[in-house]
């Protein structure tokens, strides 16, 4: 199965057709013949004449069995008109030998006038043995003359693909456009000039969601980009839509565009949470930018981001930004930030499928039943210690909601910018079916976690469970899963007839970790063998016979203070909880 995606590099020496200087390309993967479909070509005459632009020929899976009139001509006329071809060839992730790929070069040089190739299923790992695969590959390139060299892994790769090089050009997207919103570029893209990248978003249908996604790649440093259709043997419906849009932006024409997911969101913190207002625009550069707060302009906020160090009751009001350029002048959606009033509750909950624990205990979250066959999610509880954070839900309808169908993602940093999307909370944590996984940079796995202590229960299908996550979990190289006192989730039932979020709504939940309460001393005493214990004040009375293990603490059942106690250990230890 093809995936072809379609990247170039702007070089000096890249050829005459695209020696001039651009913030943004359109790279086509051309895969329809200009025998059969000549439109498609002559639209890509035209774009060539307005925007960089790249097509990938590919007469049948490579070269071709023969050098034909068709594509001559056609490369020809693209070339006049401004643009540049590259030739496809397959890689196999590194497994096709490369007297076969060497071969497709060596017929492309000799039967067109190609200005590179574009080496599809590339790998993407940190394998030595693909690097060198690929090495040579651009040596080979390289030694017939200064030809682009660009790479489809059509995902995240590794950045020895780049600074080795292998390749010119790195295709680190292709995809279903409903991914592409999610989806963010691992962080070192950011040290390389965007012409070094390209990303590829398909399935789209209308232009609206065609600018969107011409806007995320620019935002996301790609400088080549195609939004397109269901297929690449065809050219969208809106191509000049998204020509005229990428030309306005080169030419500095393009007024401040504002586009979701990068407008700010309302959002809830306690006092002294730190918080941020983020945007990003799509529009010629350079781009200026204002915050207010109601009608007042804020001092010194002159940047993309706004942030609250420390929330105050002073800071309650609505956000906006004001950006513009030499084109023109927008606002962002204008964001509320208010105080949390979710429920924060310091309690030690035993994972034993029983709830007395929870008693008292008003939801955090809501929601009326749904149609859908996903799990019915009603009420959520939450409550922590020092050392766990607990979650108790309902169910409209009993199931087991432990399978591969059902996450529990944590914002664990505050910052809803950082990890995977997730209805917009920024994961660093996801729980499935009892196992912890690491997300950032907008990665849905991105490794394991150790320490996550998760237990339970009930184990089977149900309409109420309670689970506990250690608040001591850390990522492999050691460093704390949980790094903020405020945390975000959301739980999310992956169904056949959609995704169910729970809460809904965007930025999930918001909890702040309870501090323990201040408790009243111990008084113990002991005389005649009998230890009488008292204290003041609310609390459970729990007992060990070691200190070396927390998990050896139990309830001492059914006291009240004064108590008194026959010991049945050599020694004893007592403490109250709350």
Not at 264 to 284: K, L
Not at 458 to 463: L, T
Request: aromatic share 14%; glycine share 8%.
């Amino acid at each position: 199965m093809k995936i072809k995606v379609f990247e170039a590099l702007l070089v000096l020496a890249l050829t005459a057709a695209i020696a001039r200087s651009a913030s943004l390309g359109i790279m086509v993967p051309a895969y329809f013949s200009p025998d059969l479909q000549p439109e498609y070509w002559s639209e890509l005459d035209f774009g060539a004449s307005q925007v960089p632009l790249i097509a990938i020929m590919d007469s049948n899976n490579g070269p071709g069995t023969s050098k034909t009139t068709g594509y001559v001509n056609a490369l020809l006329q693209l070339h006049q008109a401004g643009g540049a071809v590259i030739g496809y060839i397959y890689t196999s992730q590194g497994a096709r030998p490369l007297t076969e790929v060497e071969s497709d070069v060596d017929t492309y040089l000799s039967w067109y006038n190609v200005d590179g190739f574009f080496f599809d299923e590339m790998a993407s790992d940190a394998n030595t043995t693909n690097y060198d695969y690929y090495q040579s590959i651009y040596e080979y390139v390289k030694s017939k003359g200064n030809y682009i060299v660009a790479g489809n892994s059509g995902m995240n790769t590794q950045e020895s693909y780049i600074s080795l090089p292998t390749v010119d050009i790195a295709m680190i997207f292709e995809g279903y456009s409903t991914n592409y919103t999610d989806w963010l570029p691992s962080t070192w893209v950011n040290d390389y000039p965007p012409t070094r990248f390209a990303n590829l978003p398909h399935f789209v249908t209308d232009a609206t969601t065609m600018t969107n996604d011409v806007y995320l790649a620019a935002n996301r440093n790609a400088g080549w980009v195609f939004v397109t259709g269901a297929t690449y043997d065809t050219m969208p419906s809106y191509w000049t839509n998204e020509v005229d849009l990428i030309q306005a932006f080169d030419n500095e024409s393009l007024p401040p565009l504002m586009i979701d997911p990068t407008q700010p969101t309302n959002q809830m913190a306690a006092i002294g949470d730190s918080v941020t207002f983020q945007t990003s625009i799509f529009g010629s550069t350079p781009l200026f930018y204002r915050w207010f707060c109601g009608t007042n302009a804020i001092l010194n906020a002159t940047n993309p981001s706004y942030t609250i160090s420390s929330f105050q009751f002073t800071n309650i009001g609505s956000y906006y930004a004001q950006i513009s350029n030499i084109a023109g002048i927008t606002n962002s959606r204008v964001a509320s930030l208010t105080i949390s009033t979710n429920p924060s509750t310091y309690r030690h909950i035993i994972i034993d499928g029983s709830f007395d624990d929870w008693v008292g205990l008003p939801p955090a979250a809501s929601q009326a039943q749904l149609t859908n066959d996903a799990i019915q999610f009603k009420d959520l509880y939450l409550a922590n210690d020092d050392d766990y954070l607990y979650l108790r839900f309902d169910l409209y309808v009993p199931s087991n909601p432990f399978t591969s169908h059902q996450n529990i993602f944590i914002n664990t940093d505050g910052n809803k910018l950082t990890g995977y999307g997730a209805n917009g909370i920024g994961s660093e944590l996801l729980i499935q079916g009892g196992n912890g996984y690491r997300e950032t940079n907008g990665v849905f796995n991105a490794g394991t976690v150790d320490g996550l202590n998760w237990q339970a229960s009930p184990s089977a299908a149900a309409d109420d469970f309670e689970v506990r996550i250690s608040r001591h979990t850390t990522y492999t190289n050691g460093l704390p899963v949980f790094t903020n006192r405020a945390i975000s989730l959301v739980l999310e039932s992956a169904e056949s007839s959609g995704n169910e979020w729970f809460p809904g709504t965007s930025g999930g939940l918001t909890y702040n970790f309870a501090s323990a309460p201040a408790l009243e001393p111990l008084f113990i005493n002991f005389s005649n063998n009998v230890i009488t214990v008292s204290w003041n004040g609310p609390g459970t009375l729990q007992s060990s016979d070691s200190l070396t293990n927390s998990q050896d603490w139990t309830n001492v059942p059914n006291v009240t203070s004064p108590c008194d106690i026959i010991p049945s250990e050599a020694q004893q230890y007592y403490r109250l909880i709350q």
